[in-house]
């Protein structure tokens, strides 16, 4: 088998992977993902902190993953690259702890 032959099947295993998996079932236990929106979501990225709102994810009611449909996903990159306008942002700057100080 050639190079490409090798490549060209592990990319078809990949691919036929994927596929096979349900986007509102969860990919671990394999049931049903509950709806969720979230009103105020906050994650830091790049030095600083934004809050996102109306974010949408499906959640798994036995084990807790948290999927993240393809809009939402999108919806996160707009926000990181700027492309919302009015997002509310500011540094992000980490708690700091006096625990050593003792």
């Known amino acids: 088998m050639s ?35 979230e009103d105020q979501w906050l994650r830091s990225y790049d030095g600083r902190e934004l809050w996102l709102t109306d974010v949408k994810s ?3 009611s036995k084990c807790g993953v948290q999927v993240y449909p393809e809009e939402t996903l999108n919806y996160f990159e707009e926000a990181r690259t700027g492309g ?7 540094e992000y700057i980490p708690d700091t702890y006096d625990d050593d100080d003792e």
């Not at 998996?21 to 049903?32: A, G, Q, S, T, V």
């Not at 919302?84 to 500011?90: C, D, E, G, H």
């Open 84 to 90: 919302i306008p009015n997002l509310k942002s500011r």
């Open 3 to 37: 190079e490409e032959q090798v490549i060209a099947k592990e990319e078809e295993t990949t691919d036929d992977i994927y596929s096979e998996l349900d986007e509102d079932r969860c990919p671990f236990c394999h049931i049903d993902l509950d709806p969720k929106t």
């Open 58 to 60: 499906l959640v798994c």
